[in-house]
């Protein structure tokens, strides 16, 4: 079963930074794509910025030039750096996995519990 596990969460003042890390257990056959999602109470969640098993990046149109999904080699952790933070980025934020477990399952959906980021003064 795979399990993803969050980190890097917290306070941090409008202007600041955080990295968010993303790591994943258990057995992993193959995968399509990791993203990073958020959500705040009342609203759907909503994507953030996906990486392809190519490598190729998408992002939000209100994270763009700000946030960078990047991931160093296979088996490392997925991380979300995240630059001049501004109030309304302040959600929680969940890593999700769409990958294969075994050869012959099919793709999947995986999600953390996440973490929440707060950006205030």
């Known amino acids: 079963q795979v399990q993803l596990v969050e980190s890097g969460g917290g306070l941090v003042q409008p202007g600041g930074s955080l990295r968010l890390s993303c790591a994943a257990s258990g057995s992993i056959f193959s995968f399509n794509a990791w993203g990073w999602y958020r959500q705040v109470p009342g609203k759907q969640r909503e994507l953030v910025a996906v990486?392809?098993?190519?490598?190729?990046?998408n992002y939000a149109d209100s994270v763009k030039g700000r946030f960078t999904i990047s991931r160093d080699h296979a088996k490392s952790p997925v991380y979300l750096q995240m630059n001049s933070l501004k109030p309304e980025d302040t959600a929680v934020y969940y890593c999700?996995?769409?990958?294969?477990?075994?050869?012959?399952?099919?793709?999947?959906?995986?999600w953390g519990k996440g973490t929440l980021v707060t950006v205030s003064s």
């Open positions: 990486i392809t098993s190519v490598l190729s990046t």
């Open positions: 999700n996995l769409d990958a294969k477990d075994s050869r012959f399952s099919p793709a999947r959906d995986y």
